[in-house]
């Protein structure tokens, strides 16, 4: 176990806004620490950090001599002109290239050296001959395979090069590239964003049993729970380091804020204790001249422990957080049908024909692999996209109200006032204050959503389905941008919302929480489980095929 990375007294600021204060901490071999905290708190800027991208006002960061650092960013910055396959390669290694470096470094020692530049040499030369046995005991394209099919790297991508590649395309090669690499310190940006289940699970037990340390910043609780070791809270412009992984974080900051603010209080008992004795000895010093002096120095002792008091940064249990309250009508007890509905594009089968029924107060997952027709079947449900054969209807006063992963029902010209007041005839006071209550400012609520991060368009989305009085509510990953505190009081939310859920999800946690039936396209097949997503992992061959028999195109 050694320390690869550490960071002292830190100071960083952007924009004129103080980002962390007081950073200080450090990452040692076998470490897995996920890094928490709400959105713009600084998360991707400790990365930065951490890889020398953006330099410190004050404190410093220091990295163990010849150490390797990978860091997979929301958008890698590859080559865009190189093939995926020579990318990949690239990533795989070397032995003649690397041999060439080998024998460059033999040759400075019999250089003129000093102790530093020896050492440096040395600890190169060890590095490389290391990486050289793992390459030449390996089978790199046997490897790559395996990473690859694990990824789901489609192999028809090999030979496009890389800057033709989707977001999320891209994403993957350049996580794959990681994989291969296996440097010493492996910084993750959401790496679960665009993988399936099976993707994930494959991920999560490869950093499982990473021999080099591991900073993950992720909203998916389950990989938190599985991957990490160690959480690091970004709070008040610094860290606090949590032993475990998330679900024993929540329990420990709980724990750690009630006795921190039992200590306050117990301190500031002991003040207002202090300080009338201070009131009482100045009363007999008016009295008696020879309490003056003592009189005096616990004035002092006084103004000196409401200063420390007043310096001590005030424990806080629970933060401003967004306001969801769902308040509808019930709506029909029929929710949603389908009868025999299928869809294709071209020759190109989608989902085969299906029966379907959901019911009032339903919550109901949706599940399959990238690709596999989940929005398209979401979309039929809505009508927003007919059916190649048979049918969809929702029933009579069923009132939908669709989240939109990319947003897309959000006109980017118009500002989220106009949005809600579009809505609801609400004065620009009103609108704004309901707006407060999903955490925007007043310069927010004027801005166009163009303008808006990825954050701020989710919770404007969740507000115009509280506004719409929607009973039926169609989720397309509405925990994406989230931050953790927000996903979880969406979580309760729905918990309690007294109409029917339909949503898509690759977020596990939240699947586990809130559905209570599971739907899963795979190869065209849709399949209904009666029961929430753990049951739907444990019992594969529990499903019932909705698929009926063929229906005539329209």
């Known amino acids: 176990m050694g320390i690869i990375v550490q960071a002292a ?59 390797t650092i990978g860091f997979l960013t929301q958008e890698p910055a590859l080559d865009p002109a190189t093939a995926v396959r020579d990318l990949l390669n690239q990533a795989s290694g070397d032995p003649d290239q690397l041999e060439r470096e080998i024998e460059a470094l033999q040759d400075r ?14 600890d190169a030369l060890t590095d490389g001959l290391a990486r050289l046995d793992d390459l030449l005991a390996s089978d790199g394209a046997a490897e790559m395979d395996a990473v690859l ?10 030979d496009r090069p890389f800057g033709t590649l989707s977001g999320g395309e891209k994403k993957i090669v350049a996580l794959a590239r990681f994989v291969i690499v296996k440097p010493d310190l492996l910084l993750l940006d959401e790496p679960e964003n665009h993988l399936d289940a099976d993707a994930k699970a494959w991920l999560e037990t490869w950093l499982g049993s990473y021999k080099g340390a591991v900073g993950l910043i992720s909203h998916d609780r389950y990989m938190i729970d599985r991957v990490a070791n160690e959480i690091f809270e970004i709070e008040d412009g610094g860290i606090q380091v949590y032993h475990g ?18 200590l306050r209080e117990l301190a500031e008992r002991e003040f207002k204790k202090l300080k009338e004795s201070a009131e009482d000895l100045t009363q007999w010093a008016r009295q008696n001249p020879k309490f003056a002096t003592r009189a005096e120095a616990m004035r002092r002792k006084v103004d ?16 401003r957080q967004i306001k969801v309250e769902f308040d509808v009508d019930r709506g029909s007890t029929i929710v949603l049908t389908a009868d025999g509905a299928s869809k294709s594009w071209g020759e190109r089968e989608i989902i085969k024909p299906f029966d379907l029924e959901i019911r009032h107060g339903e919550r109901v997952g949706i599940v399959g692999p990238n690709g596999a027709g989940k929005t398209t079947l979401f979309r039929m449900a809505m009508g927003r996209e007919p059916a190649s054969a048979g049918s969809t209807r929702i029933g009579p006063s069923i009132v939908p109200g669709y989240y939109a992963q990319e947003h897309e029902t959000l006109d980017p010209n118009q500002t989220p006032i106009d949005v809600i007041r579009r809505i609801k005839p609400l004065n620009e006071q009103q609108a704004l204050s309901f707006l407060v209550g999903f955490l925007f400012e007043r310069d927010d609520v004027m801005n166009r959503i163009g303008n808006l991060s990825g954050g701020e368009r989710s919770r404007l989305q969740i507000a115009t389905l509280i506004l719409q009085g929607a009973n039926f509510l169609l989720l397309d990953e509405p925990t994406n941008n989230l931050d953790l505190p927000s996903v979880e009081i969406l979580e309760d939310a729905l918990l309690s919302f007294p109409g029917t859920i339909l949503t898509i999800s690759h977020d596990r946690y939240y699947l586990d929480k809130i559905c209570t039936r599971i739907i899963e396209i795979r190869d065209t097949i849709v399949t209904d489980y009666a029961g929430g997503f753990t049951w739907y992992q444990q019992h594969p061959d529990k499903g019932v095929r909705l698929t009926r028999r063929e229906v005539a195109r329209r």
């Open 149 to 158: 099919d694990a990824l789901r790297v489609r192999r028809e991508l090999l």
């Open 245 to 262: 992984n998330y679900s024993q974080f929540q329990e420990q900051k709980v724990a750690r804020l009630t006795r921190a603010i039992e």
């Open 9 to 67: 007294g830190v100071q960083v600021s952007h924009g004129g806004n103080r980002i962390f204060t007081d950073l200080t901490f450090d990452l040692q071999d076998g470490d897995r620490a996920a890094i928490v905290g709400p959105n713009g708190s600084g998360k991707s800027t400790l990365f930065r950090l951490l890889t020398r991208d953006i330099a410190p006002e004050r404190g410093a960061v220091t990295q163990r001599r010849g150490a």
């Open 109 to 122: 020692l019999a250089e003129p050296l000093d102790d530093d530049e020896m050492s440096a040499v040395l």
């Open 304 to 319: 000196e422990e409401r200063a420390r008091l007043d310096a001590e940064k005030m424990p806080v249990l629970t933060r």
